[in-house]
């Protein structure tokens, strides 16, 4: 008889754990932050961003040693983990004391916001463990399963090729101190690259060596005249023409420690014992498991854990409805999203009889438990090994590729993909293709079955009660045999499929097909075989011309998909499938030397071997100024890297904390008739169930006091809070929220912006600029066009998803409030007025964010307030942190855009007239809707001289969550309608897009359609414009791409060149004021407080430069510990990218004072420490406090007039993007994007660049990856989470992206602070020009099919939309006739 262990034991940290009670609920993630490991942090919760990143190492008893592997904690079980070793970012360093990875991570600016840099550093120290010297390509890849909405990848990945093997800083010598050098040779010369003395490929100025000499890329001087470094301070021959960039890239360099791969942690050699079974019987021992549930809430009730396959077999007979968990990479999501409750589980994945590899004579069977990282390398080795009988075994990596992220490949399981029998699946249309074969055992025996007959129906297979999957066999190819796999997504990597499939031929001697399968993934409710598909190829001659043809049409007839088909996208998904037909066929017959395919053709055909990327960051050299301007790290980066960094979910639980779970609307329009909460209130840890008529105060709020906090009468929108549930634990109070019953009177919902401009489902107010007559203008012009453009909704994706604790104080009403908001006065305000309490007693804190992008503007402000209801109500502190899918159903995201427009131009492109009705997506309530509508309608004329201009815009009342603030606030959107016409007059009249840009671009001297003339010392687009053209060739590269376009067929390159103006102000007036708090205390350490907060834009930073500049004290002084409402009062959002302008002239002024009343003392003291000015003075009774104000002047305007000023100031820059589409399927590839961005005099200018890298990778994945669609049947949001929202990965970014700032030819005309310029919001837009630059690819692929109408592209251009813009011979088969377009389509953008 099995005597089972009833607990677990493993290692975190080196530290060993045992727990006897494991709770089987609980995600290894969810126990690591129980024990205070808050490094780990939740970001989604269905593995799909990677902030839960952790290295999990297993003793491999096969290979004698340990073997380590990222995971994510979020899905993996606290019951999986007897017998393993986990290491957090914790486990790796502190900030005093970090690992290299931590280090340079923070060094190279490779984390501002740092909520997801803990699992970029996991993934990094994981690979390196692995493999010591890694390749730049390997470090690329091994981010497959991280994402970053903050800094755009590049630095990140900056830092971490510093580890390369063939990485650029290969070339610093580490000391045994771990200080980088730059190495010795045998001229010094300047001691920088390039210099006439040295002729080095490459190397690193050594700081110490060469005091700040710049690097430039050529030698002024001849070798004889080189300074060769002597004028020291001085600077250098070379000086010029220095990219200051990389110096300081240098001077981080050379602070690196040094990285020594055989100083890592050891496994626990106890855990190696313990694994092998070696342990002394005194010692824990390892035995199968059978844990039970002690908690009356428990959802799994009992676990089993198996060591061999009889002991698992013997289970699932007892137990046959057991769920079987591996990687839990499904499971784990179907728990946590779906609410599945499997109360009997039995984790497989130390079985080892389901990972054996065995070779037979024909084909290979594969253990099914073996991991996907596994499999992966066990096909390589199979493809190298037997390279004439390998078909299959390349199909399946080509279906691997893209498979999901590194942290998933490496737990979950062969088993799983084929047992879920998922119509998506990546792996089993090659298998069904490959004619593998499954075998099946059970107690009773074990029996083989085809895959072809083991998929049932939808989620349904041929696995009998008490039966499991064992083995699945995959054949040798065979010769004159080609197997091949595709798969389309809505990004390249770590994403589910739309479209996958697998393809194989066998032809005899002579040509002719013998045997042929087609399976495709995503065109029916399982894998399927296309038959007739196959049918038609038997028997005939392959590379015949005419089978194409034949093909293609079999598969559109028996593949068609209806209007209505879930999952929607019916034509794409068809298209894709004859165009993977149509690639497979041209690849197999070249492959076959099967009838007459050029090499052009096949290269075209194939996918892109990825390469890697690179970038370049240029900047002029600070002179004047010992700490402003320059490129410091973000002050908590290596807080940020180690995982020391507290957000809100990271603080620890204040006295006997409660939690709170929102009961969401199940309809997007509805009365509430009834809220039943007693099934709730009855069950365990329940403390209260709150609604409206629990608010004692305003239910009422947001700045037009048309919104409640909880609905009285009516819900708007799917998702919104329609009561409030307080309990003991989250999972109590989550499982309680759905015991609440609500009935409803369902009523009619609007969705879209075209529905409700067509239904005049718009709120009252309206913003109109006019100048000039519109009619006449028109009237005169050589050609007029009208037509629409339509931009979409955008989540903002901060890592950390709202979240507030609330505490009360136990006396006067007091209360602070813990909050992840930009706009702390507004929560206390806000929360003031529902509790009934003065302002005065509610304090607002806000440390940091993990993200804002406006989206914490305001609506973070409901968040925190049923916080604090909950708190006020129960006398207890209350944490509310939303979850990634309720987080995106409420918080509102970017306002969808639809315009009409006429445009009035002459026959050479030069603008006449506009007449433009702007309609945005308001949501339920107007929030801050007018204030982006007033920023869209005054940015249409982006850098344009429009001519006589009629602009309206309106506000759309709609029942979708109310969309607020998002990075741009409008601008984007109104540019974007602006560009997307100029692109169809560019079609219209057959000029040059940029032609017509150039032509109309604003000169110093013009006047904005808001009459603000652009001032000459200030307007700078047109230099950018002119030196961008001529840096990066585009006349060349013009040449070269329609070259290209000239001799391809399936790929086509596009080029687009797109500029930008943003206006720096809040709209409304009295925002634009800030306000600090100044400390200088006795040891002279210095304490500021200011308005803004930190969200990971470096606001922090900026503001103790400053206060380090004008106090004239070191940097590392100065501490900034928190926003909060008792230390800044009436506080401006955090928002318009006017926060360093406003609290920076606020520090200014406040340290100005002080370095004032200290001066006499240091003119007195020369020698003496800053800490003993400080203590002098404080003996003299000198004031060593000051609070600072600043407001900026001159601002102020008026819509119903036209006239005042609307921005203080315009930040302005240009992009330039390449991009390759593949036509068949309409993914594409950024090739390079050239930036360059007139920012004043920088306060920071790597932070700066860090803000524009990141800013432009916001904006290409708004205009590319990231749809946003809804269910018109439900009005429900469809994509939530990353697994169905897609925002740019780290491989999608530009392979080469080249970032400069502009220097500003009158570096001082500005009346900001030092002369700076916000950054935060203006080069967003630039993420366009790969919009644009998709588009003229696209008109390529056109001009070679002929197609004749007009292109109408709207934005995001996804892969489904370019795919289909392209209009060939394929899209054309598998349009559906307008009369078949019945019914409600399963999504639509709104």
């Not at 694994?275 to 035995?287: D, F, I, K, L, Y």
């Not at 087609?518 to 038997?538: D, E, H, I, R």
């Not at 007693?678 to 105060?697: I, R």
């Not at 309530?925 to 009629?950: I, K, P, Q, T, W």
């Amino acid at each position: 008889m099995t005597v089972f262990g009833t607990g677990i034991l493993f290692y975190v940290n080196g530290t060993q754990v045992t727990i006897d009670d494991v709770d089987l609920d609980m995600t290894l993630l969810q126990y690591l932050r129980s024990t205070g490991l808050t490094g780990t942090k939740l970001g989604c919760g269905e593995g799909g961003c990677g902030a839960c990143t952790v290295m999990v190492s297993t003793y491999n008893v096969d290979l004698g040693r340990p073997t380590h592997a990222t995971a994510n904690a979020c899905l993996y079980p606290l019951y999986a983990m007897d017998g393993k070793h986990v290491v957090t970012v914790e486990g790796l360093g502190s900030a005093k004391h970090p690992h290299p990875v931590q280090q340079r991570i923070a060094l190279l600016h490779g984390s501002q916001c740092g909520f997801c840099t803990p699992g970029f550093v996991m993934s990094l120290y994981t690979l390196l463990r692995n493999n010591p010297k890694p390749t730049e390509l390997d470090i690329e890849e091994c981010f497959d399963g991280n994402l970053c909405r903050c800094t755009g990848y590049r630095p990140i990945l900056d830092a971490a090729k510093t580890f390369a093997s063939d990485a650029w800083k290969a070339g610093a010598n580490v000391g045994k101190d771990g200080i980088a050098r730059a190495p010795e040779t045998e001229s010094k010369g300047c001691g920088i690259e390039g210099c006439c003395q040295t002729k080095k490929p490459f190397s690193l100025p050594d700081p110490a060596r060469v005091n700040g000499v710049s690097e430039a890329s050529e030698c002024a001087k001849t070798s004889e005249d080189c300074c060769k470094g002597a004028k020291g301070s001085e600077g250098c021959c070379k000086t010029k023409d220095a990219n200051w960039a990389n110096v300081e890239k240098s001077e981080a360099v050379a602070k690196f420690r040094a990285y020594d791969a055989t100083q890592e942690p050891i496994f626990p050699p106890f855990l190696a014992r313990y694994v092998r079974g070696e342990t002394e019987s005194a010692e824990a021992q390892r035995r199968e498991l059978h844990l039970r549930a002690t908690q009356d809430d428990a959802q799994c009730t009992q676990v089993f854990r198996p060591l061999t396959l009889d002991s698992l077999l013997e289970i699932v007979t007892e137990h046959p409805t057991a769920k079987l968990v591996a990687g839990n990479s499904e499971v784990g999501v179907e728990i946590k999203f779906k609410r599945t409750q499997f109360a009997t589980q039995v984790y497989v994945g130390d079985v080892p009889e389901l990972r054996t590899v065995e070779r037979c004579a024909n084909g290979v069977e594969f253990g099914v438990n073996i991991t996907l990282a596994r499999f992966e390398h066990e096909l390589r080795a199979l493809s190298r090994e037997l390279p004439e009988q390998s078909q299959c075994y390349a199909a399946l990596l080509e279906a691997l590729r893209f498979f999901a992220g590194n942290q998933i490949r490496n737990v979950a399981t062969v088993a799983g993909n084929i047992a879920t029998a998922s119509p998506i699946s990546d792996l089993n249309p090659v298998f069904l293709a490959a004619g593998s074969v499954l075998t099946l055992v059970s107690a009773s025996g074990s029996r083989q079955v085809p895959i072809s007959e083991f998929f049932l129906g939808y989620r349904r297979t041929a696995l009998a009660p008490g039966e499991i999957l064992h083995k699945v066999f995959v054949p040798h190819s065979r010769p004159r045999e080609i197997v091949r796999a595709f798969k389309q997504a809505k990004r390249k990597d770590d994403d589910i499929a739309i479209v996958t499939c697998a393809m194989r031929v066998r032809v005899d001697d002579a040509g002719r097909v013998e045997e042929a399968a087609y399976a495709f993934g995503g065109m029916a409710p399982t894998t399927v075989l296309a038959k007739s598909v196959g049918a038609a190829s038997v028997g005939s001659t392959w590379g015949d011309a005419a089978l194409l043809g034949q093909l293609v049409a079999a598969c559109h007839a028996e593949l068609q998909l209806p209007y209505t088909v879930p999952g929607g996208m019916a034509e794409y998904r068809t298209a894709l499938a004859c165009s993977f037909v149509r690639k497979f066929w041209t690849l197999s017959c070249a492959a076959l030397g099967s009838g007459d395919i050029e090499p052009q053709i096949v290269s075209e055909m194939e996918e892109d071997e990825r390469t890697v990327s690179h970038g370049q960051q240029a900047y002029e050299r600070v002179s004047d100024r010992a700490i402003v301007g320059h490129g410091v790290a973000h002050v908590s980066a290596l807080q940020q890297t180690t995982g020391e960094a507290r957000y809100i979910d990271d603080m620890p639980a204040v006295g006997a904390e409660l939690h709170m779970a929102l009961v969401p609307s199940a309809h997007p329009h509805a009365h509430v008739l009834k809220v039943d909460s007693a099934e709730a209130l009855a069950m365990a840890g329940v403390k209260c169930v709150l609604t409206h008529e629990d608010v004692p105060g305003s239910n009422i709020w947001n700045i037009f006091h048309d919104e409640e906090l909880l609905p009285s009468r009516t819900v708007h929108h799917v998702g919104q809070p329609v009561a409030l549930v307080v309990a003991a634990t989250q999972r109590q109070a989550q499982a309680a929220a759905q015991r609440v019953h609500i009935t409803y009177e369902v009523l009619p919902a609007v969705l879209t912006v075209r529905d409700a401009v067509a239904q005049g489902a718009l709120f009252a107010e309206e913003r109109k600029l006019v100048r000039g007559d519109v009619d006449a203008a028109l009237a005169a012009s050589d050609v007029t066009l009208s037509g629409t453009s339509y931009c979409g909704a955008q989540e903002h994706f901060y890592l950390e998803t709202m979240g507030a604790v609330a505490v009360p104080k136990g006396e006067n009403g007091e209360m602070d409030l813990y909050a992840s908001t930009q706009n702390p006065t507004e929560a206390q305000m806000v929360c003031a007025e529902a509790l009934g309490v003065p302002a005065a007693r509610i304090v607002c804190h806000v440390k940091r964010m993990g993200g804002g992008f406006g989206g914490k503007e305001s609506r973070a402000v409901l968040v925190s307030t049923l916080a604090a209801l909950g708190a006020q109500h129960t006398g207890q502190a209350v944490r509310l942190v939303l979850d990634r899918d309720v987080d995106m159903q409420m918080s509102g995201q970017r306002h969808p855009f639809y315009a009409t427009w006429t445009v009035g131009a002459t026959r050479s492109g030069e603008l006449r007239a506009l007449r433009m009705r702007l309609y945005s997506n308001g949501g339920f309530s107007h929030d801050l809707s007018m204030g982006v509508l007033e920023r869209a309608v005054s940015h249409v004329d982006n850098c344009y001289r429009l001519g006589a201009a009629d602009i309206v815009g309106r506000v759309c009342r709609t029942n979708t969550q109310s969309n607020t603030a998002f990075r741009s606030f409008g601008g984007c959107q109104g540019m974007i309608m602006t560009e997307s016409m100029l692109c169809e007059l560019a079609d219209h009249i057959n000029v040059p897009i940029e032609h017509i840009r150039r032509i109309n671009m604003y000169n110093a001297g013009d006047v904005t359609p808001f009459s603000q003339p652009l001032l000459a010392e200030d307007w700078n687009v047109p230099r950018m414009w002119d030196q961008l053209e001529r840096e990066a060739e585009v006349a060349v590269r013009r040449a070269e791409i329609d070259e290209f376009n000239r001799t391809t067929q399936f790929r086509k390159r596009g080029l687009a060149m797109v500029p930008t103006k943003f206006g720096i102000s809040f709209g409304v007036k009295h925002l634009n004021q800030g306000m600090s708090l100044v400390h200088v205390y006795m040891d002279g350490s210095v304490l500021v407080a200011h308005g803004g907060t930190e969200m990971g834009q470096g606001l922090h930073t900026k503001m103790a430069q400053i206060a380090a500049e004008t106090l004239d004290v070191p940097l590392s002084t100065i501490f900034i510990s928190e926003t909060a409402t008792n230390t800044a009062a009436n506080t401006s959002p955090t928002a318009a990218s006017a926060s360093s302008d406003l609290n920076g002239y606020a520090v200014y002024n406040a340290c100005k004072v002080l370095a004032d009343r200290l001066r006499p003392y240091r003119e007195r003291m020369h020698d003496a420490s800053f800490a003993t000015i400080a203590k002098t003075a404080y003996l003299d009774r000198v004031k060593l406090s000051e609070a600072g104000h600043y407001a900026t002047p001159d601002i102020g305007f008026s819509w119903a007039e036209n006239s005042g000023l609307l921005y203080f100031y315009f930040t302005q820059g240009v992009a330039l993007a390449e991009v390759e589409l593949d036509v068949l399927t309409g993914s594409h590839t950024t090739r390079r994007v050239d930036i360059i961005m007139d920012v004043g005099r920088s306060l920071n200018k790597a932070i700066d660049i860090g803000q524009i890298e990141g800013a432009f990778a916001q904006g290409q994945g708004w205009c590319t990856t990231e749809e946003f669609l809804y269910s018109p049947a439900t009005g429900r949001l469809l994509t939530q989470g990353p697994g169905n929202y897609k925002i740019p990965s780290a491989l999608d970014i530009p392979r080469d992206l080249r970032v400069s700032l502009m220097e500003p030819e009158q570096p001082n005309a500005l009346k900001t602070i030092f002369s700076s310029k916000g950054i935060g919001e203006p080069p967003l837009f630039l993420g366009a020009s790969v919009f644009f630059a998709l588009r003229d690819a696209v008109m390529a692929a056109r001009k070679n099919n002929d197609a004749k109408s007009p292109l109408h592209m709207e934005c995001p251009a996804t892969a489904e939309v370019l795919r289909m813009a392209c209009e060939d011979d394929i899209v054309e088969l598998t349009r559906i006739p307008h009369e078949q377009r019945q019914g409600v389509p399963f999504a639509v953008r709104i």
